[in-house]
């Protein structure tokens, strides 16, 4: 068959579809220009020094260096977390959105990449049609990964997220409505009867092109928890405002500085302007 008729017989497909299921492996961030790291060889050709070492990416990515050398650990998970957040989604990203918005789909996308590339790109769990609950079910399962991968939570992932035991560390909802007021009004659609803190889970409001939210998770670890005393008293939370867009979400606060060496830019540089 003609590559031209495999291309009109996708297309086809496409345009008579009613759901749209994104399979994506890492090439699709490596099309964006990431290091392939699917192999020693895309590996060691973006860290050359690792191949003089004799280090695998399975050796190097091991999380044991946090323990072991945490310069080792910090520096190579950090340059690789840089190079995630300086990268843009190439078109194809704007491609797959640019159907979903033509034709009405609904989507879901399945990956195991850490990337952020289709975060940047707009699959959110920000979106028309999404129902409030699913934001904080999102927000959820980052924050219980987190906990789990540093120790703090130990156990069955889903059992967790099943009997909220997260919420030991991530006692509150992701998200509020903002606009006249920071807490604007409007319903969540809350079951009656509820919990507070079961209601985040079950509130049904559906997102519409032109409202605002905050997007805000937060990890708390008081004094005296089940954690490693090392994480006691330990709190962050970013709060992010943002627009439900017709085809996804605008971020209205990406601007402001987010990450550490930023944040601390900032504070050096308002120090610094007082003492002029």
């Given amino acids: 068959m003609e590559l031209v008729e495999r291309y009109r017989q996708a297309a086809e497909a496409i345009r008579n579809a009613r759901a749209l299921v994104v399979t994506a492996g890492a090439g699709m961030g490596v099309d964006s220009g990431l290091p392939d790291f699917r192999g020693d060889r895309g590996f060691w050709n973006a860290y050359p020094m690792y191949e003089r070492l004799g280090l695998s990416f399975v050796q190097a990515a091991n999380p044991a260096h946090f323990e072991r050398d945490p310069a080792f650990g910090w520096g190579f998970y950090g340059h690789r977390t840089n190079l995630y957040r300086e990268t843009n989604p190439h078109a194809g990203f704007s491609l797959l959105r640019e159907w979903i918005g033509r034709y009405g789909l609904d989507w879901f996308v399945v990956t195991s990449n850490v990337d952020g590339q289709f975060q940047k790109a707009g699959f959110a769990a920000v979106r028309p049609g999404a129902a409030f609950k699913e934001v904080h079910n999102a927000t959820v399962r980052v924050v219980v990964d987190g906990l789990l991968a540093l120790g703090i939570l130990s156990g069955d992932r889903e059992e967790i997220i099943r009997t909220r035991a997260y919420q030991k560390f991530y006692p509150h909802g992701s998200s509020h409505w903002i606009g006249l007021n920071v807490h604007d009004v409007g319903s969540y659609g809350y079951p009656p009867g509820v919990e507070r803190l079961e209601r985040y889970t079950k509130a049904e409001a559906r997102l519409e092109p032109g409202m605002a939210l905050t997007v805000e998770p937060g990890i708390y670890i008081p004094e005296r928890s089940v954690a490693d005393p090392k994480w006691w008293n330990i709190g962050v939370r970013i709060e992010d405002t943002v627009l439900v867009a017709p085809?996804?979400?605008?971020?209205?606060?990406?601007?402001?500085?987010?990450?550490?060496?930023?944040?601390?830019?900032?504070?050096?540089?308002?120090?610094?302007?007082?003492?002029?």
């Fill in 247 to 276: 085809q996804g979400m605008e971020c209205l606060s990406c601007g402001a500085p987010r990450e550490i060496a930023d944040v601390e830019k900032t504070i050096a540089e308002g120090r610094s302007s007082r003492t002029r």
